[in-house]
């Protein structure tokens, strides 16, 4: 018979497990300093340049006191040395070294505190967040500066009803180069919008990371998707309305690796070698296309023949960079616009140029033939590992059939903007484009499974499923 008992065989009940507040804690710093990296032109159109370098100072003091202990709490033995982007690191030792033969010591110096704070930033989120608190990270981050951008935008428009000058200066008397203002209020007119970020092509390369992280995390199942959908409306709407004939390209070219990466994956790895030759055909066939139809191109995206003068600066930056074409004239980057140097070197709107508006080009200039080998060698890594890493079955024993995951799309599809970015603008080699390069790198690396190993331990607070997660 049954026998009654106040001892039931179950646990008892009990609370669901959380984060906990130290990492909890971590995540939030991160986003703080993600933003100060991604919108740090809002920064120092906001405090000025000492300002903005005080809070660059500050971040990095601060991710340093929570990225070294956490090396030492897991044993340095134990953290992967051997995983880090020692390439990308190397170019930044060489930056610092050229400060011995620079023509330009002072802002080597000074650019490359800003490199250096950037790179801890890198490593501190690469070590303490997973890829899915990356993603999550990046897209609080990319839904700020949006929405801060519509908000300046609407109130410069709406009720200060006049151009916006950086550190709020009182607008002077007499005709003033739009170029100088911080955000011009053409938000409901036919100009260009800046955003927050005070410049109309970094707006709308903000509004392309953005719709791509939020893909990812669409695709990953999370919840709150209709957020999510009207945050993309957004980024879009934004998008136009930045009008950036660089970011239109970068579109074109994202669409094309995605389709690219989600064949590979339907294709078997001992097939895909007909498909790569296939992939190569069609690029070249793309880039000879391009070539021949190129003025009509410029046309359709408003640029001249000239390409908005890029022409004239690659020339100016080709004839300083070959009289030192070894170990280059010293690192700056950016120029500063302040040094001998560059001040009134190369002008444009009566402004100086603070960077060659080529990444490759810039790399000769500051550490010639050297440096960019070691940038071409950290850029090769990166799109080598991050195509493998979006196309590859997860896998680590005999299970073949293990699902993939959306977001081992994201470097790859990151790797693809940049490196169209770095065409036409020095972006990749400064701030949020290098700390994409040194992040992806290194987490790729150290974590090349998305959810497995200690490093990559499921999130508790989740915005998805853990069933859709690779196990």
Same mark, same amino acid.
């Given at each position: 018979?049954?026998?009654?008992?106040?001892?039931?065989?179950? !646990?008892?009940?009990?609370?669901?497990?959380?984060?906990?507040?130290?990492?909890?804690?971590?995540?939030?710093?991160?986003?703080?300093?993600? &933003?100060?990296?991604?919108?740090?032109?809002?920064?120092? #159109?906001?405090?000025?340049?000492?300002?903005?370098?005080?809070?660059?100072?500050?971040?990095?003091?601060?991710?340093? !006191?929570?990225?070294?202990?956490?090396?030492?709490?897991?044993?340095?033995?134990?953290?992967?040395?051997?995983?880090?982007?020692?390439?990308?690191?190397?170019?930044?030792?060489?930056?610092?070294?050229?400060?011995?033969?620079?023509?330009?010591?002072?802002?080597?110096?000074?650019?490359?505190?800003?490199?250096?704070?950037?790179?801890?930033?890198?490593?501190?989120?690469?070590?303490?967040?997973?890829?899915?608190?990356?993603?999550?990270?990046?897209?609080?981050?990319?839904?700020?500066?949006?929405?801060?951008?519509?908000?300046?935008?609407?109130?410069?428009?709406?009720?200060?009803?006049?151009?916006?000058?950086?550190?709020?200066?009182?607008?002077?008397?007499?005709?003033?180069?739009?170029?100088?203002?911080?955000?011009?209020?053409?938000?409901?007119?036919?100009?260009?919008?800046?955003?927050?970020?005070? #410049?109309?092509?970094?707006?709308?390369?903000?509004?392309?990371?953005?719709?791509?992280?939020?893909?990812?995390?669409?695709?990953?199942?999370?919840?709150?998707?209709?957020?999510?959908? &009207?945050?993309?409306?957004?980024?879009?709407?934004?998008?136009?309305?930045?009008?950036?004939?660089?970011?239109?390209?970068?579109?074109?070219?994202?669409?094309?690796?995605?389709?690219?990466?989600?064949?590979?994956?339907?294709?078997?790895?001992?097939?895909?070698?007909?498909?790569?030759?296939?992939?190569?055909?069609?690029?070249?066939?793309?880039?000879?296309?391009?070539?021949?139809?190129?003025?009509?191109?410029?046309?359709?995206?408003?640029?001249?023949?000239?390409?908005?003068?890029?022409?004239?600066?690659?020339?100016?930056?080709?004839?300083?960079?070959?009289?030192?074409?070894?170990?280059?004239?010293?690192?700056?980057?950016?120029?500063?616009?302040?040094?001998?140097?560059?001040?009134?070197?190369?002008?444009?709107?009566?402004?100086?140029?603070?960077?060659?508006?080529?990444?490759?080009?810039?790399?000769?200039?500051?550490?010639?033939?050297?440096?960019?080998?070691?940038?071409?060698? !950290?850029?090769?890594?990166?799109?080598?590992?991050?195509?493998?890493?979006?196309?590859?079955?997860?896998?680590?024993?005999?299970? !073949?059939?293990?699902?993939?995951?959306?977001?081992?799309?994201?470097?790859?599809?990151?790797?693809?903007?940049?490196?169209?970015?770095?065409?036409?603008?020095?972006?990749?080699?400064?701030?949020?484009?290098?700390?994409?390069?040194?992040?992806?790198?290194?987490?790729?690396?150290?974590?090349?499974?998305?959810?497995?190993?200690?490093?990559?331990?499921?999130?508790?607070?989740?915005?998805?499923?853990?069933?859709?997660?690779?196990?």
């Amino acid at each position: 018979m049954a026998v009654y008992t106040k001892h039931p065989v179950g !646990a008892l009940p009990a609370a669901p497990p959380r984060e906990t507040t130290g990492h909890l804690m971590v995540r939030a710093y991160s986003v703080l300093s993600l &933003f100060c990296i991604f919108g740090h032109t809002a920064v120092y #159109n906001l405090v000025g340049p000492i300002g903005s370098g005080i809070v660059m100072i500050v971040l990095t003091a601060g991710a340093l !006191a929570i990225w070294i202990p956490a090396v030492v709490a897991q044993r340095p033995t134990r953290f992967p040395w051997r995983r880090l982007p020692w390439t990308a690191l190397g170019y930044a030792a060489l930056a610092l070294v050229s400060t011995l033969w620079s023509r330009w010591p002072a802002a080597t110096l000074l650019t490359w505190t800003l490199l250096a704070a950037v790179t801890v930033t890198a490593l501190l989120v690469a070590t303490m967040l997973t890829w899915q608190e990356i993603a999550r990270a990046l897209s609080t981050v990319l839904k700020l500066i949006l929405g801060l951008s519509l908000a300046v935008e609407l109130w410069v428009a709406l009720l200060l009803r006049h151009p916006l000058l950086p550190n709020f200066v009182d607008l002077p008397e007499g005709k003033i180069d739009p170029h100088l203002y911080w955000v011009r209020g053409n938000l409901f007119d036919e100009g260009r919008i800046q955003g927050v970020v005070g #410049n109309a092509h970094t707006l709308a390369m903000m509004c392309l990371f953005a719709l791509i992280v939020f893909g990812v995390l669409y695709a990953t199942q999370v919840r709150r998707k209709t957020m999510l959908i &009207f945050w993309a409306a957004l980024a879009v709407v934004l998008l136009v309305k930045a009008g950036s004939a660089t970011v239109y390209l970068s579109v074109a070219v994202v669409v094309a690796v995605l389709a690219a990466a989600l064949i590979a994956r339907a294709v078997s790895p001992g097939r895909r070698s007909v498909l790569y030759l296939a992939f190569t055909v069609v690029a070249v066939g793309g880039v000879v296309t391009a070539v021949l139809l190129r003025d009509r191109l410029l046309s359709l995206l408003g640029k001249g023949s000239d390409l908005t003068g890029r022409i004239e600066i690659w020339q100016a930056v080709w004839e300083r960079a070959i009289t030192r074409p070894v170990f280059g004239n010293g690192f700056s980057s950016p120029w500063v616009p302040w040094d001998p140097a560059f001040d009134g070197w190369i002008m444009n709107h009566g402004l100086s140029v603070f960077h060659a508006h080529d990444m490759w080009l810039d790399v000769f200039l500051q550490l010639g033939v050297v440096g960019l080998a070691l940038m071409a060698i !950290a850029w090769l890594a990166l799109t080598w590992r991050a195509w493998f890493f979006a196309v590859d079955r997860p896998r680590w024993d005999l299970d !073949a059939q293990r699902p993939y995951s959306p977001l081992s799309l994201l470097p790859v599809l990151l790797a693809a903007v940049l490196l169209v970015e770095g065409l036409a603008e020095s972006a990749p080699i400064m701030l949020w484009g290098w700390l994409l390069l040194v992040l992806l790198s290194f987490k790729m690396k150290a974590v090349p499974l998305i959810g497995v190993g200690v490093r990559e331990r499921t999130p508790v607070i989740s915005h998805g499923p853990q069933s859709r997660q690779v196990p």
